[in-house]
């Protein structure tokens, strides 16, 4: 008898479906074959391992258990949080875009013109920009007034800017550290139900 064979009639043994001719095959080749005896007895181990070991039932209202501990758990505030930062965020983008355009509004007009693939375009923006210009021009006029004052501190209008990008950046943090707060705080309280 071949190991390949003798591996078969293992696992025939191990379904229980090895019939009494093949039993005593294997067994003669497991008297004679070192390493099929070893298989044959690790085989042997597990299956009197598995025979021995007993179907644990979970204790009666163990789901209700973690039910209720699941319901003591506080319901995490993340998803309006996340929201708010997503349009707080998109808001400060396109704002900073505004005025970043708005500021160099003239070079990025004459960028391009001076590129013939954006012909249609400026076709198009071209009398958006008359309008863009009539508001922008009295939002400037205001901005301009604000900066002026706030100049008498600062000098320029750039420092303005930066000091609201930089208030904004503030706002922003404290907004991320209030979600990362909430969120630490909640994951302590879930290891206190669990100790
Ligand atoms: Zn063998």
Not at 50 to 57: Q, T, W
Request: charged share 20%.
């Amino acid at each position: 008898m071949e190991c390949d064979a003798a591996g078969e009639y293992m696992m025939k043994y191990m379904d229980g479906i090895l019939s009494d001719h093949e039993a005593e095959l294997l067994n003669r080749h497991i008297g004679q074959c070192s390493r099929c005896k070893e298989d044959f007895l690790i085989y042997d181990g597990i299956m009197a391992d598995f025979s021995k070991m007993e179907i644990v039932e979970a204790p009666d209202g163990f789901e209700e258990l973690v039910m209720a501990k699941i319901r003591t758990l506080p319901v995490p505030e993340v998803a309006t949080d996340s929201v708010l930062c997503v349009i707080w965020g998109a808001f400060s983008v396109l704002m900073g875009l505004g005025f970043i355009i708005t500021m160099n509004k003239e070079a990025i007009m004459e960028w391009l013109s001076l590129h013939p693939q954006f012909d249609s375009l400026m076709a198009y923006l071209q009398p958006l920009s008359v309008t863009v210009a009539n508001v922008s021009a009295s939002m400037t006029a205001s901005f301009q007034s604000m900066a002026a004052q706030m100049s008498q501190v600062f000098s320029g209008f750039r420092y303005v800017l930066l000091v609201i990008f930089g208030l904004l950046a503030v706002v922003q943090y404290f907004v991320y550290r209030k979600a990362r707060f909430r969120s630490s705080d909640y994951s302590d309280e879930r290891d206190k139900v669990e100790a």
